[in-house]
């Protein structure tokens, strides 16, 4: 099945229902249209050019182009130390059947990857290297916080995430991170995680 | 060298954005009112500077040195209780006390020639959504500048476009997303984030939440409600609610410039109009500074 291709705007392209990864698809197109800006979403890519010119069926020779599902470079893995002190500890212990030990200890075995940085500055959207967990069940907060504390370690949707600043969050609290995500002060590499990554979490020693 | 921040109101400093960090979540940012903030910066002849963006006065400042400066938007200048041009490069003297009320709620844009600000990122840019950039002006903060030239060409230049559109036309480019915008709307709130649409007639079938995705400033989302919101420049950078058409860039800065209850025309177009209106506006915007040079021995 080839992937689908939509308007989106007046110089960019959401490309769509792929078979391998937002990442692979974002390294080709990057090689391909160096003067494009490429965005990634969960399961989606934005490519937008400088120009007007009419890109479609170069952007699809360059997908159907695509043969290796083999990553193309290597990512690093990264230890993030957690606080397990957040708020809603009892309720995702609710949600999953699980005791808050549990909650605590399942967190820290999955291996995450980070699938999207999205939403606000270096916030990371983490999903697990297996496809799914004992997370699936987690929802969101009805309604969400308007203040979620830097660093708060949230779960929502299977998925997991870091608060890299203070901002509004609809995500699960579970604990909370000393650890700087995102720096500024640093042009080249702001963020410290980066699509791709992997991520474990590690709870601090009381 | 130093310019004393006497009344603050609320004023941001923006430039075009910070658009080389989207895809790790750092918003575009950038002047609310490009148009505007273009001008501006084409009148001081610094394309790319730091420019003030007040939205809500009174806005008052004095500097030690002579300052070579510009105001565009809708708005009262007074330098030391006397009316000051609008739309033009004048010199504010020493000591003197420049003040700018805006007459709306629409930003007013104060381009100072040689201000200096620190960039983040690359971008002189404050982000309301997550506070990157230069902070807000506060009473009593102070600016440096550099040194100016008192026979600076651009001293006396003046905008001789009529630039005047209807604000309340909003062109757009239907989708990704399947749903019918086009027509009138009532704004309900306008912010840097976005603003809300208002109708008796919300969208039906709204409740779809799909995989975040890329949106940008623009972008016309339809959340569970079926009330449109058109992100603004401080939006953040994936959002997971359909986007049922995106505003053409020729017409983004007329967003700054609405106020609550207007009403809007939703207009869809084609990509090639789309072009032909921001080539258009180009020409309009690069002819519109006219120097006192330019105006020749007669």
């Not at chain 2, 990509?271 to 080539?279: D, L, N, P």
């Amino acid at each position: 099945m080839s992937p689908k291709l939509t308007e989106y705007g007046e110089r960019s392209i959401l490309i769509e229902d792929f078979e391998t990864t937002p990442l692979l698809i974002s390294i080709e197109l990057e090689q391909a249209f160096p003067t494009a800006s490429i965005r990634s979403g969960l399961a989606s890519v934005v490519i937008t050019f400088p120009d007007y010119e009419d890109y479609f069926a170069q952007v699809e020779e360059v997908l159907a182009g695509i043969k290796t599902f083999e990553q193309l470079v290597s990512f690093k893995v990264v230890e993030i130390p957690v606080n397990y002190d957040g708020e809603d500890l009892d309720a995702v212990a609710k949600a999953t059947g699980l005791s808050v030990a549990e909650v605590i200890s399942n967190h820290q075995e999955i291996l995450w990857i980070v699938k999207l940085i999205g939403f606000a500055p270096g916030f990371p959207y983490l999903v697990p290297t297996s496809g799914s967990s004992v997370f699936d069940s987690v929802g969101r907060l009805e309604t969400p916080r308007t203040k979620v504390p830097s660093g708060a370690v949230g779960i929502a949707a299977g998925m997991s995430c870091v608060y890299p600043s203070v901002m509004p969050g609809g995500w699960q609290l579970i604990g909370r991170t000393e650890i700087v995500l995102f720096d500024v002060t640093n042009t080249d590499h702001p963020s410290l995680l980066n699509i791709g990554d992997q991520v474990r979490f590690v709870e601090v020693s009381k | 060298m130093t310019i004393t921040i006497v009344s603050a109101g609320l004023t941001i400093i923006e430039d075009k954005g910070r658009t080389e960090y989207t895809n790790l979540g750092v918003p575009v940012s950038g002047a609310f009112d490009k148009l505007s903030h273009q001008l501006a910066c084409n009148l001081i002849n610094e394309p790319l500077a730091p420019v003030l963006e007040i939205l809500r006065g009174p806005f008052q400042l004095k500097s030690d040195t002579e300052l070579v400066l510009a105001v565009i938007g809708e708005a009262k200048v007074t330098v030391d209780g006397y009316p000051a041009p609008l739309n033009s490069v004048f010199v504010l003297g020493v000591n003197n006390n420049l003040r700018v009320v805006p007459n709306s709620e629409s930003p007013v844009y104060l381009a100072i020639k040689g201000l200096v600000i620190q960039r983040t990122l690359g971008s002189y840019s404050h982000d309301t959504l997550s506070q990157i950039g230069p902070a807000p002006l506060k009473d009593g903060d102070l600016f440096e500048t550099n040194e100016i030239d008192k026979n600076d060409p651009v001293i006396g230049s003046f905008i001789s476009s009529n630039l005047k559109t209807s604000i309340c036309d909003l062109r757009y480019l239907p989708g990704p997303h399947n749903f019918e915008i086009r027509g009138n709307w009532q704004v309900r709130s306008i912010a840097r984030s976005g603003i809300r649409l208002s109708t008796n007639h919300p969208l039906k079938d709204a409740s779809s939440s799909l995989a975040s995705f890329p949106v940008m400033p623009g972008a016309i989302q339809v959340p569970p409600s079926g009330l449109p919101v058109i992100l603004g420049p401080d939006c953040g950078t994936t959002g997971g609610y359909p986007v049922a058409g995106v505003i053409i860039e020729a017409d983004l800065h007329k967003l700054a410039r609405l106020t609550p209850e207007t009403e809007i025309n939703l207009i869809p177009i084609t990509r090639q109009e789309a072009a032909s209106a921001k080539a258009q506006l180009s020409k309009t915007i690069a002819n519109s500074v006219t120097r006192p040079n330019d105006m020749g021995a007669w």
